[in-house]
Nanobody
Framework: QVQLVESGGGLVQAGGSLRLSCAASGRTFSRYSMGWFRQAPEKVREFVGAITGRTGSTAYADSVKGRFTISRDNTKNTMYLQMNTLKSEDTAVYYC????????????????WGQGTQVTVSS
């Protein structure tokens, strides 16, 4: 079992930036592909992006492509989400998760989840 803790959320003006962190427990962090999801009030949880374990290959939702960047530091058991040019529609609770099996785009493919961190973008 891997425990995940997100941090770095907050209130930012439109056009601003934030960097989220996802700290993982356990010694096998580098084995896991990881994902970022977000959920706005009364909306379904949606895929933001993902990164593979060792090679660090990434994939992004079209809505954030070119604005968000996922990275990871396996020596620190931490994954990051750099968010630039934030928009009001990016307001949501952001979650990190470990990929288990299946498509990276669906929440059901992930098994360990953090508690989430709130990101609020004011227009």
């Amino acid at each position: 079992q891997v425990q995940l803790v997100e941090s770095g959320g907050g209130l930012v003006q439109a056009g601003g930036s934030l960097r989220l962190s996802c700290a993982a427990s356990g010694r096998t962090f580098s084995r896991y592909s990881m994902g970022w999801f977000r959920q706005a009030p009364e909306k379904v949880r949606e895929f933001v992006g993902a990164i593979t374990g060792r090679t660090g290959s990434t994939a992004y939702a079209d809505s954030v492509k070119g604005r968000f960047t996922i990275s990871r530091d396996n020596t620190k058991n931490t994954m990051y989400l750099q968010m630039n040019t934030l928009k009001s529609e990016d307001t949501a609770v952001y979650y990190c998760a470990t990929h288990s099996s299946g498509s990276i785009y669906y929440p059901n493919s992930y098994d360990n989840w953090g508690q989430g961190t709130q990101v609020t973008v004011s227009s």
